[in-house]
T-cell receptor
Framework: TQLLEQSPQFLSIQEGENLTVYCNSS?????LQWYRQEPGEGPVLLVT?????EVKKLKRLTFQFGDARKDSSLHITAAQPGDTGLYLC???????FGAGTRLTVKP | EAGVAQSPRYKIIEKRQSVAFWCNPI?????LYWYQQILGQGPKLLIQ????????DSQLPKDRFSAERLKGVDSTLKIQPAKLEDSAVYLC?????????????FGEGSWLTVV
């Protein structure tokens, strides 16, 4: 079973701070996806990374896929209250999800 | 473009009762997924359909859960009889295709509480 472990489980920061969340596995994935889920809604895809070492940027969000394609990170610069939500990583084309990092950004 | 539609939005039932959830995917999407998301956890794939055929149902508790996709469009997920541990959000999702660059679109979910 391809397990995805996310850390930290919870993160509470002040507006303007930077943060990084992690997604790790002992398995190699052909791609990893990051989703954000807000309360009462379904997850929304943020990005897909497919190449080892790949870095993708989405405004203040930077996503990196590990060289060995077993891990990924999400870095948010100057976090805003609107970034609050559950950040999920997924592998195997969406068939395996991690438990998520619940981020709260306080104004 | 209309998103993935699910109903009912909320359901409360007693244990041992049955419940059914309905999903209408995005028009033209061949692949349909049902996930179970228990509070504090990530979504767990229950079943994946490609048109009206089952691709993966390895994590579906087949003794009590069933799903069908009639005519390759709408889908229903049924639980009978329900147990307390079935309390969760049931998410339906769809995608145009499969593969590592696949974009999956989720519905808002159906919240089930079993008491």
């Amino acid at each position: 079973t391809q397990l995805l472990e996310q850390s930290p489980q919870f993160l509470s920061i002040q507006e303007g701070e930077n943060l990084t969340v992690y997604c790790n596995s002992s398995s190699v994935f052909s791609s990893l996806q990051w989703y954000r889920q807000e309360p009462g809604e379904g997850p929304v895809l943020l990005v897909t990374v497919v190449t080892g070492g790949e870095v993708k940027k989405l405004k203040r969000l930077t996503f990196q896929f590990g060289d060995a394609r077993k891990d990924s990170s999400l870095h948010i610069t100057a976090a805003q209250p609107g970034d609050t939500g559950l950040y999920l990583c997924a592998g195997a084309s969406g068939m395996r999800f991690g438990a998520g990092t619940r981020l709260t950004v306080k104004p | 473009e209309a998103g993935v539609a699910q109903s009912p939005r909320y359901k409360i039932i007693e244990k041992r009762q049955s419940v059914a959830f309905w999903c209408n995917p995005i028009s033209g999407h061949a692949t349909l997924y049902w996930y179970q998301q228990i509070l504090g956890q990530g979504p767990k794939l229950l079943i994946q359909f490609q048109n009206n055929g089952v691709v993966d149902d390895s994590q579906l508790p087949k003794d009590r859960f069933s799903a069908e996709r009639l005519k390759g469009v709408d889908s229903t997920l049924k639980i009978q009889p329900a147990k307390l541990e079935d309390s969760a959000v049931y998410l339906c999702a769809s995608s145009l295709e499969t593969g590592r660059r696949n974009t999956i679109y989720f519905g808002e979910g159906s919240w089930l509480t079993v008491v």
